[in-house]
């Protein structure tokens, strides 16, 4: 890139892969996920290693070979370092290559180690479940009674160590968390709104319903431009905790911001996909150019009302997480040295029977837990009450949301280009050919993107999402680069080229990481002509729209209205 310009813009388009790679193991594995990340972070205390872990990031093969390479780094630099010959940047590049070729190495192992572990579990699983479904009585029973021995051990200790060390510090935490997390969603919010005004301007001056598909095909992919989504993503830079930083031993902040920016990613999908699926609706009454956008307009203030109660409680939610994120290691880091040693003789109160399914370890960070769950739900709850944020309480919904929004079927997003027409320059006919490798079934899940598509219409080639669409460019260029890009991970063996750090260069519940297979083939995601409305201000969010009313049942989650659930926080630390 010849021009700082052309940087940032290869710089947002890296962060954005970065970000999709590091947006955490899938939550569709309920049981197995857990599992291994708990496994991570006990074979991390075990070293006296607490709190956030930059590396717990990629696939579980990954995050493997991260913590070996953690290990294993230092050693072969002291051993490795002082043979290196040449001037300091030759060395430089000689340790790269090093250390990448021993990071697949390592990669290649661990990949076999871990599929031969699945593979033992899964043949014991069957023999597990049938005692689960034997003894369920008895377990949680037993559970129980281990539980109520250990809160009476540890709760005392845990509640002075709170009460001294943590609950002074939570309202500190907690607004430092808050001002830059509700500017990225308040951001996300207006980028939205002048999408879509922009869109209905363009629809009245320039192209009308003959356009409609190629705008809207261009609206369904704002929150994976990541150019577009920029101004969302700075909002986080300026998170500092300063001195709590060191005092709860959070090594980096760049976990918290990444988070965040996935969270602005899905709000922003959930809008837009609710606002295609309202359209598609009002375009089944045939309504002429006028009539469609007011349509538009309606349907656009409809969205933005359940996008501020959306938009809360996964803000609610990201805050206790990440107040738990900081505070459950610092506690468990302080407990250690007088409780951790007097864990053992609890064993003795579990049955043999049963010691596969519950764990002394995991029991005793349960009433950790409990200890500090309280003051962070009381810390967030009147957090709610300031106006400045804009929280709902959690009883409250939209007086005037739709209550029919949740009986949206789910379903494939809408193929605007297919259905009605929209194609560049084609007005409403027929859109170029799909390359043969792209079935429209994979097409339309643009969720789950590998590279985001973006096109910058000034720049012009640079680009274009696929070298397929280009006469041959320089060696140099960003299309060539990210069709390397995309070619090295459509191939399987070969492991990445080192391990990657949760939130580097600088910035998941997450919808999971994509595989190369079901990758949407890149292609162009064009700018929408200048509108006229750039001066035009969204409507803010007003607590007045408020009214005390029971949220309707859930739907898809993308136009699902968030329900808040204290006792099913969930926590990565």
């Not at 808050?178 to 500017?183: A, F, I, L, R």
């Not at 505070?327 to 010691?355: G, H, N, V, W, Y």
């Given at each position: 890139m010849m021009t700082e310009a052309e940087q940032d813009k290869w710089q947002a388009v890296l962060q954005d892969c970065i970000r999709h790679c590091n947006n955490g193991i899938p939550e569709d594995s309920k049981v197995e996920g857990p599992a291994f990340t708990d496994a991570i972070r006990m074979y991390r205390q075990s070293k006296e290693l607490y709190g956030t872990w930059e590396m717990l990031c990629g696939n579980e093969v990954q995050i493997l070979s991260n913590l070996v390479m953690e290990e294993l780094g230092p050693e072969l630099k002291v051993e490795l370092g002082p043979r290196l010959k040449g001037k300091p940047q030759e060395r430089q590049r000689q340790w790269i290559q090093i250390s990448d070729a021993v990071y697949r190495m390592v990669y290649e192992q661990a990949a076999a180690q871990f599929e031969a572990a699945l593979s033992k579990?899964?043949?014991?699983?069957?023999?597990?479940?049938?005692?689960?479904r034997t003894d369920m009585d008895q377990i949680i029973t037993s559970k129980e009674h281990l539980a109520s021995k250990i809160r009476a051990f540890i709760l005392p200790k845990a509640e002075v160590c709170v009460r001294n060390h943590v609950q002074p510090y939570i309202p500190s935490i907690l607004e430092a968390l808050m001002v830059p997390t509700s500017q990225g969603f308040t951001e996300v919010r207006d980028v939205f709104f002048k999408e879509v005004t922009d869109m209905n301007l363009n629809i009245i001056n320039e192209g009308g319903i003959d356009k409609l598909g190629e705008y809207m095909e261009k609206l369904s992919q704002l929150a994976y431009h990541p150019l577009k989504m920029q101004s969302c993503y700075e909002k986080m830079e300026p998170l500092r905790l300063d001195g709590l930083q060191q005092r709860f031993d959070v090594s980096s902040t760049s976990v918290?911001?990444?988070?965040?920016?996935?969270?602005?990613?899905?709000?922003?999908?959930?809008?837009v996909y609710t606002f295609e699926t309202l359209l598609h609706q009002e375009l089944g009454k045939g309504p002429t150019k006028e009539e469609l956008c007011k349509s538009i307009q309606r349907?656009?203030?409809?969205?933005?009302?359940k996008y501020d109660y959306d938009s809360s409680s996964v803000r609610k939610r990201f805050f206790r997480e990440a107040l738990l994120q900081i505070t459950i290691p610092f506690l468990l880091k302080k407990l250690a040295p007088t409780c951790k040693s007097e864990l053992p003789r609890f064993q003795e109160l579990i049955f043999e029977d049963f010691a596969r399914f519950i764990l002394v370890e995991n029991t005793y960070e349960e009433v950790v837990l409990q200890t500090v769950m309280k003051d962070i739900l009381q810390a967030v709850k009147e957090a709610a009450v300031q106006r400045k944020h804009n929280l709902y309480r959690d009883s409250v919904v939209m007086h005037n949301s739709d209550p029919n929004l949740h009986l949206l079927a789910e379903g494939a997003p809408v193929d605007w280009g297919e259905?009605?027409?929209?194609?560049?320059?084609?007005?409403?006919?027929?859109?170029?050919?799909?390359?043969?490798?792209?079935?429209?079934?994979?097409?339309?899940?643009?969720?789950?993107?590998?590279?985001?598509?973006v096109r910058d219409e000034e720049a012009g080639p640079p680009f274009e999402a696929g070298p397929e669409l280009l006469s041959p460019a320089s060696p140099d260029s960003v299309t060539e680069l990210r069709g390397l890009l995309a070619q090295d991970l459509r191939v399987e063996s070969p492991p990445p080229a080192g391990p990657l750090l949760n939130g580097a260069p600088a910035q998941e519940s997450a919808r999971p990481a994509a595989t190369p297979e079901a990758?949407?083939?890149?292609?162009?995601?064009?700018?929408?002509p200048p509108g006229k409305a750039a001066d035009l201000e969204p409507p803010k969010p007003s607590d007045q729209e408020t009214g005390e009313q029971v949220s309707s049942p859930g739907g898809r989650p993308a136009i699902h209205t968030t329900t808040e659930d204290s006792a099913g926080v969930q926590t990565e630390f």
């Amino acid at each position: 890139m010849m021009t700082e310009a052309e940087q940032d813009k290869w710089q947002a388009v890296l962060q954005d892969c970065i970000r999709h790679c590091n947006n955490g193991i899938p939550e569709d594995s309920k049981v197995e996920g857990p599992a291994f990340t708990d496994a991570i972070r006990m074979y991390r205390q075990s070293k006296e290693l607490y709190g956030t872990w930059e590396m717990l990031c990629g696939n579980e093969v990954q995050i493997l070979s991260n913590l070996v390479m953690e290990e294993l780094g230092p050693e072969l630099k002291v051993e490795l370092g002082p043979r290196l010959k040449g001037k300091p940047q030759e060395r430089q590049r000689q340790w790269i290559q090093i250390s990448d070729a021993v990071y697949r190495m390592v990669y290649e192992q661990a990949a076999a180690q871990f599929e031969a572990a699945l593979s033992k579990l899964q043949l014991a699983r069957p023999a597990m479940e049938a005692v689960i479904r034997t003894d369920m009585d008895q377990i949680i029973t037993s559970k129980e009674h281990l539980a109520s021995k250990i809160r009476a051990f540890i709760l005392p200790k845990a509640e002075v160590c709170v009460r001294n060390h943590v609950q002074p510090y939570i309202p500190s935490i907690l607004e430092a968390l808050m001002v830059p997390t509700s500017q990225g969603f308040t951001e996300v919010r207006d980028v939205f709104f002048k999408e879509v005004t922009d869109m209905n301007l363009n629809i009245i001056n320039e192209g009308g319903i003959d356009k409609l598909g190629e705008y809207m095909e261009k609206l369904s992919q704002l929150a994976y431009h990541p150019l577009k989504m920029q101004s969302c993503y700075e909002k986080m830079e300026p998170l500092r905790l300063d001195g709590l930083q060191q005092r709860f031993d959070v090594s980096s902040t760049s976990v918290f911001k990444q988070r965040a920016q996935i969270h602005m990613r899905e709000q922003m999908d959930n809008a837009v996909y609710t606002f295609e699926t309202l359209l598609h609706q009002e375009l089944g009454k045939g309504p002429t150019k006028e009539e469609l956008c007011k349509s538009i307009q309606r349907i656009l203030e409809r969205v933005l009302k359940k996008y501020d109660y959306d938009s809360s409680s996964v803000r609610k939610r990201f805050f206790r997480e990440a107040l738990l994120q900081i505070t459950i290691p610092f506690l468990l880091k302080k407990l250690a040295p007088t409780c951790k040693s007097e864990l053992p003789r609890f064993q003795e109160l579990i049955f043999e029977d049963f010691a596969r399914f519950i764990l002394v370890e995991n029991t005793y960070e349960e009433v950790v837990l409990q200890t500090v769950m309280k003051d962070i739900l009381q810390a967030v709850k009147e957090a709610a009450v300031q106006r400045k944020h804009n929280l709902y309480r959690d009883s409250v919904v939209m007086h005037n949301s739709d209550p029919n929004l949740h009986l949206l079927a789910e379903g494939a997003p809408v193929d605007w280009g297919e259905e009605f027409g929209g194609g560049s320059g084609n007005g409403g006919g027929p859109r170029p050919a799909v390359p043969e490798a792209a079935p429209t079934s994979e097409k339309q899940r643009r969720a789950k993107q590998v590279v985001s598509m973006v096109r910058d219409e000034e720049a012009g080639p640079p680009f274009e999402a696929g070298p397929e669409l280009l006469s041959p460019a320089s060696p140099d260029s960003v299309t060539e680069l990210r069709g390397l890009l995309a070619q090295d991970l459509r191939v399987e063996s070969p492991p990445p080229a080192g391990p990657l750090l949760n939130g580097a260069p600088a910035q998941e519940s997450a919808r999971p990481a994509a595989t190369p297979e079901a990758s949407p083939p890149a292609s162009p995601l064009q700018q929408l002509p200048p509108g006229k409305a750039a001066d035009l201000e969204p409507p803010k969010p007003s607590d007045q729209e408020t009214g005390e009313q029971v949220s309707s049942p859930g739907g898809r989650p993308a136009i699902h209205t968030t329900t808040e659930d204290s006792a099913g926080v969930q926590t990565e630390f």
